[in-house]
């Protein structure tokens, strides 16, 4: 299983990018998935996650203003961000778990996430 999130770039504040995450080796509409966020000198962060029935789940730090979403016959996750602002600058990646589901409390975790592409930066200027 490979991921490939592509998508990244500069943009101003208050601008929009969106990310996508290509999945090879398996179908995308029968596994979480998730997008991670690892700014400079801090920890990766969880940004937002889809479940097997399209529930979506985001940090409070990008809730309305990010949108996660999949698109089965492409096999590919996005990851819409509009309203950006500089503090969202960092290394986003996108991830998958072996199994197909993830507890929903357990979503956040980076460690429930086996799979992971090799990210994809985002830098947003003031």
């Known amino acids: 299983v490979q991921l490939q999130a592509s998508g990244g770039g500069l943009v101003q504040a208050g601008g929009s990018l969106r990310l996508s995450c290509a999945v090879f080796?398996?179908?995308?509409?029968?596994?979480?998935m998730g997008w991670f966020r690892q700014a400079p000198g801090k920890e990766r962060e969880f940004v937002a996650a889809?479940?097997?029935?399209?529930?979506?789940f985001y940090a409070d730090s990008v809730k309305g203003r990010f949108t996660i979403s999949r698109d089965n016959a492409k096999n590919t996750g996005y990851l819409q961000m509009n309203s950006l602002k500089p503090e969202d600058t960092a290394v986003y990646y996108c991830?998958?778990?072996?199994?197909?589901?993830?507890?929903?409390?357990?979503?956040?975790?980076?460690?429930?996430?086996?799979?992971w592409g090799k990210g994809t930066l985002v830098t947003v200027s003031s």
């Open positions: 889809i479940n097997l029935s399209g529930n979506t």
């Open positions: 991830a998958a778990p072996i199994s197909m589901g993830i507890n929903y409390s357990d979503l956040e975790l980076k460690e429930e996430y086996d799979y």
């Open positions: 080796g398996r179908t995308v509409r029968n596994y979480v």
